[in-house]
């Protein structure tokens, strides 16, 4: 059974910096791709960054583009996502998620989510 866990969510000043971490277990994660998303408060959930396990080819949100930074550990299984620049429209909650890499555009499995707060 495929477990996704975040963490590292946090309240931070506007311009400061937050590492997110996703733990992934359950399976081999060599075809697929891991996700970043989030959802902030009554909007629509939308996609942040993906990394594919294998290769490590990465693509972010214009939103985003520039100030975070997803990458991966194979060995231990973990994502992160470095986020800096932080703005308040940065505010959500963060998901992590995992696809098949030639499956559907839809992730199979998703985390609970971890809060992010961007103070002004």
């Known amino acids: 059974q495929v477990q996704l866990v975040e963490s590292g969510g946090g309240l931070v000043q506007a311009g400061g910096s937050l590492r997110l971490s996703c733990a992934a277990s359950?399976?081999?994660?060599?075809?697929?791709?891991m996700d970043w998303f989030r959802q902030a408060p009554g909007k629509e959930r939308e996609f942040v960054a993906h990394?594919?396990?294998?290769?490590?080819?990465?693509r972010y949100a214009d939103s985003v583009k520039g100030r975070f930074t997803i990458s991966r550990d194979n060995a231990k299984n973990m994502v992160y996502l470095q986020m800096n620049s932080l703005k308040p429209e940065d505010t959500a909650v963060y998901y992590c998620?995992?696809?098949?890499?030639?499956?559907?555009?839809?992730?199979?499995?998703w985390g609970q989510g971890t809060q992010v707060t961007v103070s002004s």
């Open positions: 998620a995992v696809r098949r890499l030639f499956g559907p555009a839809t992730p199979e499995y």
């Open positions: 359950g399976r081999t994660f060599s075809s697929y791709v």
């Open positions: 990394i594919t396990w294998s290769g490590g080819i990465t």
